[in-house]
């Protein structure tokens, strides 16, 4: 019977992951011990104002991460560990952020009064 439940959680697990913007394997840390990614998106923002930059930057970290590419703070830095984090391919690691810019663009929310 524990199998079972098991089986079908994983199962709900894969269904939930496929319908998130952000891939599970960014959630997966962020939402439980590192900075939230709408923090770190919000970084990247402050520092590089176009998208292209901003892509460019994490993909850069995701790829080969080290605390010379991360954005983060020095406080942040020594906190989380950056050398820690996962690289990943650029492949994945271009459409983790594709994803994770869609979901945190602040464009998209601004709301402009009609006349």
Do not use: W
């Amino acid at each position: 019977m524990g199998r079972v439940v098991l089986i079908l959680f994983l199962g709900l697990q894969c269904i939930v992951a496929q319908k998130s913007l952000v891939p599970k394997r960014c959630t997966v840390c962020h939402e439980k011990s590192a900075p939230p990614l709408s923090l770190v998106y919000r970084r990247y923002l402050m520092l590089y104002s176009s998208k292209a930059r901003i892509k460019q930057e994490m993909v850069d970290f995701l790829s080969a991460p080290s605390k010379e590419k991360s954005a983060m703070p020095e406080g942040m830095k020594n906190r989380f560990n950056p050398q820690n984090h996962p690289a990943f391919a650029p492949s994945i690691a271009k459409e983790s952020v594709d994803k994770l810019i869609a979901k945190e663009d602040l464009i998209p929310r601004i709301v402009v009064p009609k006349d």
